[in-house]
């Protein structure tokens, strides 16, 4: 490899483009890493060495100017793709093999991208460390015995060690932006309804977005601009025109308001953490930016707001895998229909899915409905007029992504509640449906990742967007690379 080996999306596509390097060049170049690396790293849960070769032969000879011409995208097992399997990483899934692709891939595939394999995850989305995978915890490329946060563990993983450009995620609750925030990397939760999500295993529907993990703030906008767009297939999918994302890229951010909810930063945060937002904002108030406080009273409640809400819809959305159909089925069930569900659920779904599932049913169970659900609905509606009245006096809303780095594997998988807190920066934007973005702002003393957020008015990416990439501008972080021993 030389010095000059493209790695960013837009300097794959501008090398393709120009002949400078094959599409296929680029394909093998990252297929050699995987090889490499994966075994340490477990990001991937299949990779498709022979039909990306094809499909980048392909780019070469038909397709090299298209905007993302030859880039390698890693793709969460939790999204469709026609002929690989798709399993959510979950053993109820095994070896489906679905018939079509979800609308993004479709999307990406006609703008050039190359499908290089499917990333490990947590079982349907549920979980913050990639550790609830039915095959085995993916590890973060900074320190492999921590985890790399979840559920899109394997696709930050992926893309922070270079085993991918970028890559796709899905996030529900936190799960673009906290692996990316662990891992070093870039990731964006669009706005609810942004992207279509035809084609994406559904976890919570309410809240579920598709969304790029990237190197840089400008890859993830030319993935997004390419991913979003009403979709005939998905009644969800807004219609709102999509701005070319990569032009709003100023670097300008005079005049931005920038609100800070100090009175949640405070408490039980890590000390390294809460330094380096500091000296993020910081750096975005030297450019330009003003900063202003702002309250979100009802945020402490985002938590069980959150896992009342998901693991309901959870609950509804899980009910369609029965073993009739495709999939995982237990066998020696002879005639009998209800054991034949009974033992398929019973032996497919791992531990944190059915903690969800049975909470997700008893709130939703007659006599506990007002009590946990509707309240839960109530309290979605306070947080998310808690974010408008800020934006009624400023544009962004910053916070860090995560309250620590990435902890140590299995430290947390005994506790589910230590678990879930991990997410108290992360749920409340899916819930006020609100576009947010973690991009690296700094390291701990030990030398982890540390992900600043920054969440937008909704279908303001293009916001979003430019402030990220005038911070990236100000810094070196996002440069730095994890060295992975083998
Ligand atoms: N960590 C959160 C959960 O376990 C969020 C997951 C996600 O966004 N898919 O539900």
Redesign the pocket.
């Known amino acids: 490899m030389t010095n000059h080996f493209p790695t960013t999306a837009r300097e794959i596509r501008d090398a393709v483009a120009s002949r400078r390097v094959s599409a296929v060049e680029v394909c093998r170049h990252y297929l050699d890493r995987i090889a490499q690396f994966d075994g340490k790293l477990g990001a991937f849960r299949a990779v498709a060495a022979d039909r990306a070769l094809e499909d980048a032969a392909r780019v070469d000879n038909e397709n090299a100017a298209l905007p993302l011409a030859g880039v390698p995208v890693a793709v969460k097992d939790n999204l469709c793709t026609r002929g690989m399997t798709s399993t959510a990483s979950s053993k109820i899934l095994e070896g489906y093999v679905p018939p079509y692709d979800a609308t993004v891939i479709t999307r990406l595939k006609q703008a050039g991208a190359i499908v290089i394999g499917k990333t490990n995850c947590?079982e349907f989305?549920?979980?913050?460390s990639t550790e609830n995978s039915a095959y085995g915890p993916s590890r973060n490329p900074w320190d492999t015995s921590r985890i790399p946060g979840?559920?899109s563990g394997g696709s930050a993983v992926a893309v922070s060690a270079q085993l991918a450009p970028v890559a796709l995620g899905?996030?529900?609750?936190?799960?673009i932006r906290q692996p990316a925030a662990m891992c070093g990397i870039v990731g964006l939760k669009p706005t609810y309804g942004r992207v279509s999500r035809y084609g994406l295993l559904a976890?919570a529907s309410s809240l579920d977005q598709i969304g790029p993990l990237a190197r840089t703030v400008f890859d993830a906008a030319l993935l997004l601009k390419i991913m979003a767009g009403h979709d005939p297939a998905d009644s969800t999918a807004a219609s709102a025109p999509v701005p070319d994302f990569c032009e709003a890229l100023t670097g300008d951010v005079t005049g931005i308001r920038l609100g800070v909810p100090a009175a949640i930063i405070d408490e039980g945060i890590d000390q390294d953490v809460r330094n380096a937002f500091s000296q993020s904002l910081e750096v975005l108030k030297d450019r330009g930016a003003t900063l202003v406080d702002i309250d979100l009273p009802h945020a402490r409640y985002a938590i069980p707001t959150y896992y009342l809400v998901?693991t309901a819809e959870a609950s509804s959305n899980l009910a369609r895998y029965d073993g009739v159909r495709y999939g995982f089925r237990a066998s020696n069930t002879g005639q009998d229909l209800r054991a034949m569900y009974t033992r398929t659920r019973a032996g497919g779904f791992g531990t944190e899915v059915k903690r969800r599932i049975m909470l997700g049913t008893y709130v939703l169970s007659a006599g506990y409905y007002d009590a946990y659900y509707l309240k839960a609905l109530r309290v979605r509606t306070l947080i998310r007029r808690d974010y408008e009245r800020a934006f009624e006096r400023v544009d962004l809303v910053a916070m860090p992504t995560s309250p620590t780095p990435a902890f140590a594997l299995g430290e947390r998988l005994e506790d589910p509640l230590q678990m879930y807190l991990t997410?108290v920066f992360t749920v409340s934007a899916p819930l006020a449906g609100l576009p947010a973005i973690s991009l690296p702002c700094g390291f701990s003393s030990r030398k982890l990742p540390i992900g600043l957020q920054l969440i937008g008015r909704p279908f303001e990416e293009a916001v979003v967007f430019r402030v990220a990439d005038a911070y990236e501008r100000a810094t070196t972080w996002w440069k730095e690379q994890p060295r992975v021993r083998m």
Do not use: I, K, V, Y
Not at 125 to 128: E, K, Y
Not at 170 to 175: A, F, H, I, K
């Open positions: 947590d989305g549920m979980g913050s979840g559920s899905s996030d529900t609750g936190g799960s976890f998901a997410d």
